[in-house]
């Protein structure tokens, strides 16, 4: 198979704000499996002919239909899972062709068809990804938690990257009016600084080339919200106070930074190599999160900004009404449940670890293609959490008859009234929320929950000085009973038969 790595696309700004002349564009990147498998391959429409051997050959053209099978090619034997009796499956007839399609027009790359019309995975659903730039980052962002704690550190960082790396660095317009109350000269000592207006924010996924976060989850929740759709690389530094998502230590701030910027893994199975030397391309390993699409449904319109993309969870609850909340529950037309709770929640895996696990639901890793359906204190004793595939699309509705409405909580940041016959349709996002790795994205999320919630933690077992003997079993042959010690011999004893 070709190696191959998808192309980033840069979203166009979809209402041409005005961005400072000075501005460039910022660097292009890649992004590659570690396993050399496509992201997404050219997807081809297949016309099916039949071949001069009775089976159907395959002819391709450019479309978006899916993968089709090529069986019934006249062999004899079996070479898919087991071996075929010759002697007896010899005239035999074979079995029909089968095709392997998805119902949404893409092609099938994973599900494919063996010879023998055998279905078979050829890779597995994700991968660990890796961040190669094409060119050289132009911009970050730095953000840094509430407060003056971390002046000093975010000082710090803006100089290590605008001074020794050649980096434009922008902040929010808060910190820089801020910055220029506090810090004497700080126009001419730090020109390299800069912030944006608020015309600019459509266009800023177009000009930022990473995020550096110092603080905590919340911080990164709100770096996702400042963004919108894309959202440009995020390496996270842990100055907060749980810290499940920032897995970078600062005192190393530097040395992970400086492979961010000039990559640290080489991409072997992709085989990129640099136009200039030739030399492989070099990257870090990245998270690429899901994230899940709201939008607010109202005698059956969306609402105008109600439109909601979320990293954690979205959730319906009850508010302040004395009443359970009454949540008809429906996958595109199919009515699933209804729900008499205190609410319900949609999350997503990198939300299983927030308000999900804490309502009960399952810890999930960030990268499985999953959507969890979590009810927050349901008056039932059988109504148990549940993970659904990420293709799932999800109404939420309060019932015409409930006894009051519902609130719904996007990320814990927005919120929205719903009143009966009012809806939320819930489904994945297109733009996922792209962190770089410490280590490993399985490493990095098992070192999480452990070091957060002391995942597994108990004293263990103390090894035994000396073994106990083993009790003794009973074997009986023949009517006749035997002992079976511990040391192997056998000691005859007399049975009785009735």
């Known amino acids: 198979m070709m190696h191959r790595c998808m192309n980033s696309t840069q979203m166009s700004c979809s209402k041409g704000a005005e961005v400072s002349s000075a501005w460039q564009k910022r660097g292009r990147y890649g992004i590659g499996r570690l396993d050399s498998m496509y992201h997404r391959p050219p997807t081809y429409n297949k016309d099916v002919t039949r071949g001069s051997d009775g089976g159907r050959a395959i002819k391709r053209r450019r479309d978006n239909v899916c993968v089709s099978a090529s069986a019934g090619q006249g062999n004899t034997g079996y070479n898919g899972c087991g071996t075929c009796l010759k002697s007896r499956a010899k005239n035999w007839e074979k079995k029909s062709d089968i095709y392997i399609l998805r119902s949404d027009g893409f092609s099938c790359t994973r599900e494919t068809v063996t010879s023998d019309g055998s279905l078979q995975f050829e890779h597995p659903s994700s991968q660990q990804h890796l961040l190669v730039w094409k060119t050289r980052p132009k911009s970050v962002m730095v953000l840094k938690k509430l407060g003056e704690e971390l002046l000093d550190d975010f000082i710090s ?44 924010s459509i266009c800023l996924h177009q000009y930022v080339d990473f995020i550096v976060c110092l603080g905590g989850d919340g911080l990164m929740l709100h770096a996702t919200h400042l963004f919108g759709c894309a959202i440009p690389p995020i390496i996270s530094f842990k100055l907060g106070s749980l810290g499940f998502l920032t897995c970078h230590d600062f005192e190393r701030a530097r040395e992970h930074l400086d492979a961010v910027i000039n990559g640290s893994d080489e991409l072997d199975t992709c085989r990129l190599t640099n136009s200039v030397d030739g030399s492989p391309l070099t990257g870090v390993r990245i998270t690429l999160r899901m994230r899940l699409m709201c939008e607010v449904f109202r005698n059956g319109r969306r609402v105008p900004g109600q439109s909601h993309e979320v990293l954690n969870e979205v959730v319906l609850s009850r508010g302040s009404a004395p009443y359970l909340s009454n949540i008809e529950v429906y996958e595109r037309e199919t009515f699933i449940t209804k729900v008499q709770a205190d609410g319900v929640m949609l999350a997503t895996p ?47 509705r309060i019932a015409g008859d409930a006894r009051s409405g519902a609130i719904a909580t996007f990320d814990g940041k927005y919120t929205s009234d719903l009143q009966a016959g009012d809806a939320v349709h819930v489904r994945m996002s297109p733009h996922p929320v792209p962190t770089i790795n410490y280590e490993d994205q399985t490493t990095d999320w098992f070192n999480s929950i452990e070091r957060c919630f002391k995942w597994n933690d108990r004293l263990e077992q103390k090894k035994m000085t000396k073994l106990p003997q083993r009790p003794s079993k009973t074997a009986v042959t023949n009517g006749v009973s035997a002992r079976v010690l511990s040391t192997g011999e056998q000691a005859p004893t007399t049975s009785t038969q009735e």
């Open 157 to 200: 960082t803006m100089k290590f990257l605008g001074e020794e790396q050649g980096l434009r660095v922008l902040i929010e317009p808060s910190d820089y009016e801020e910055l220029k109350k506090t810090v004497s000269n700080f126009s001419l000592d730090m020109p390299y600084v800069d912030t944006w207006a608020p015309e600019d």
């Open 350 to 396: 990198t939300g299983s670890t927030a308000y999900s696990v804490a309502a009960g639901g399952s810890m999930v890793h960030p990268t499985v293609p999953a959507i969890l359906f979590t009810p927050i204190c349901p008056h039932s004793l059988s109504f148990r959490p549940v993970i659904l595939p990420d293709y799932a699309q999800l109404i939420l």
